[in-house]
């Protein structure tokens, strides 16, 4: 069975830092690309973050480059997300998910929520200004 566990949410002050940490079980981690999403009340889930097999492979949204590093550790099963310098406006359960890396290479748009198979639960990070 495939899972993804999301974890590492929390409140913190603005300005402050976050690291959110996503495992993998039940597929070969290493042939997987992995997304970070977030999702506010009344919005669409949006593409934060993605990680390809080669991890040179990245996609960072305009609104998180240069605060947010994402990174993984296919040993270890493992994707992480550094989030630095946050703001009320990442406010959010973000959520980690899986696709094909293959899927994710061809992709035009790599933090498309659509080409994510499968999904794990969210956290939840709440900004206070």
């Known amino acids: 069975e495939v899972q993804l566990q999301a974890s590492g949410g929390g409140l913190v002050r603005a300005g402050g830092s976050l690291r959110l940490s996503c495992v993998g079980s039940g597929f070969t981690f290493e042939d997987y690309a992995i997304g970070w999403f977030r999702q506010v009340p009344g919005k669409e889930r949006e593409g934060v973050s993605t990680?390809?097999?080669?991890?040179?492979?990245?996609y960072y949204a305009d609104s998180v480059k240069g605060r947010f590093t994402i990174s993984r550790d296919n040993a270890k099963k493992m994707v992480y997300l550094e989030m630095n310098s946050l703001n009320a406006d990442d406010t959010a359960v973000y959520y980690c998910?899986?696709?094909?890396?293959?899927?994710?290479?061809?992709?035009?748009?790599?933090?498309?929520?659509?080409?994510?198979?499968?999904w794990g639960q969210g956290t939840l990070v709440t900004v206070s200004s």
């Open positions: 990680i390809g097999s080669l991890k040179s492979d990245t």
């Open positions: 998910a899986a696709t094909f890396d293959p899927i994710f290479r061809q992709a035009t748009i790599k933090g498309d929520p659509k080409i994510y198979r499968y």
